[in-house]
């Protein structure tokens, strides 16, 4: 059982930035597809971002798509999300999800293992 711990939300201004961390418990974490979605109040859970297991290959929501990047860091089990000219649509609970098979998938049923969330404000 993989264990994902996000951190690094907070409440910020439109136009700051914010770098989210997401720590897995399993060393097999250099194997894993790792995906960020977020869900916003009243709305459906959403894919933001995803990279595959070497970092090589990565894709983005449209609407993040200039102002956000992915990476990860196989040696310390970790994936990152940097945050860049925020918006108050950007507002969400930001989870972090691991999938062991397959490459990036933009839906979160293709996803085995989740972390708990953190949350992002981006105020107007």
């Known amino acids: 059982q993989v264990q994902l711990v996000e951190s690094g939300g907070g409440l910020v201004q439109a136009g700051a930035s914010l770098r989210l961390s997401c720590a897995a418990s399993e060393r097999t974490f250099s194997s894993y597809t790792m995906g960020w979605f977020r869900q916003a109040p009243g709305k459906e859970r959403e894919f933001v971002t995803g990279?595959?297991?070497?970092?090589?290959?990565?894709y983005y929501a449209d609407s993040v798509k200039g102002r956000f990047t992915i990476s990860r860091d196989n040696a310390k089990n970790t994936v990152a999300l940097q945050m860049n000219s925020l918006k108050p649509e950007d507002t969400a609970v930001y989870y972090c999800a691991a999938r062991p098979r397959g490459g990036i998938s933009y839906v979160s049923r293709g996803y085995d293992y989740w972390g708990q969330g953190t949350q992002v404000t981006v105020s107007s």
């Open positions: 990279i595959n297991w070497s970092g090589g290959s990565t």
